[in-house]
T-cell receptor, first 112, second 115 residues
Framework: DGGITQSPKYLFRKEGQNVTLSCEQN?????MYWYRQDPGQGLRLIYYSQIVNDFQKGDIAEGYSVSREKKESFPLTVTSAQKNPTAFYLC???????????FGQGTRLTVV | AQTVTQSQPEMSVQEAETVTLSCTYDTSESDYYLFWYKQPPSRQMILVIR??????QNATENRFSVNFQKAAKSFSLKISDSQLGDAAMYFCAYRSWNRDDKIIFGKGTRLHILP
């Protein structure tokens, strides 16, 4: 079955450590996105990529980094520079202009 | 920049009744797409309905329909015959027709279904 897989579902990180969230899709979509969800804030865009080896900052990119070495994969690294990393992170992909986003099941990151 | 506003943080409706969730947006573009997504307690985002701005006819998907008012930049979602499984966060979203675009989400409306 085609879809988007995020792992892990739950992630705990100590302050000062970097952590990488995985996002893999087998939908053959060019575009992939990372959103952060906080209570009362909706979904805010962190980074997005329209094509392999290219990506753009979203509205809240500070403290995050991404790579897009393969069409299927778009990992997100939460660095120690991110001041408030505890949140729910959603990865999405889209097929083309005007199409809807398909989402993974999300990763809940907690800093301890 | 485009914005999406959902003015109702929470709403409640009796089971089997009808409820309407509001959404307004701001854009200078003439061609775009609008979506409603549902996020149940599992937190999986599910597409409910989509509307192309160039279509005057309101989109409908079973018990879900929209009232798209392009001049007013309004895109409300009507849920008929509400069911317990409709309880969720609902997000209104906007996407430009441009290829190099992204989906912009509102802050969401939490819908409670009262038995």
């Amino acid at each position: 079955d085609g879809g988007i897989t995020q792992s892990p579902k739950y992630l705990f990180r100590k302050e000062g450590q970097n952590v990488t969230l995985s996002c893999e899709q087998n939908l053959n979509h060019d575009a992939m996105y990372w959103y952060r969800q906080d209570p009362g804030q909706g979904l805010r865009l962190i980074y997005y990529s329209q094509i392999v080896n290219d990506f753009q900052k979203g509205d809240i990119a500070e403290g995050y980094s991404v790579s897009r070495e393969k069409k299927e994969s778009f990992p997100l690294t939460v660095t120690s520079a991110q001041k408030n990393p505890t949140a729910f992170y959603l990865c999405a992909s889209m097929e083309g202009p005007g199409t809807e986003a398909f989402f993974g099941q999300g990763t809940r990151l907690t800093v301890v | 920049a485009q914005t999406v506003t959902q003015s109702q943080p929470e709403m409640s409706v009796q089971e089997a009744e009808t409820v309407t969730l509001s959404c307004t947006y701001d854009t200078s573009e003439s061609d775009y797409y609008l979506f409603w997504y549902k996020q149940p307690p599992s937190r999986q985002m599910i597409l409910v309905i989509r509307q192309e701005a160039y279509k005057q006819q309101n989109a409908t998907e079973n018990r879900f329909s929209v009232n798209f008012q392009k001049a007013a930049k309004s895109f409300s979602l009507k849920i008929s015959d509400s069911q317990l499984g409709d309880a969720a966060m609902y997000f209104c979203a906007y996407r430009s027709w441009n290829r190099d675009d992204k989906i912009i989400f509102g802050k969401g409306t939490r819908l409670h279904i009262l038995p």
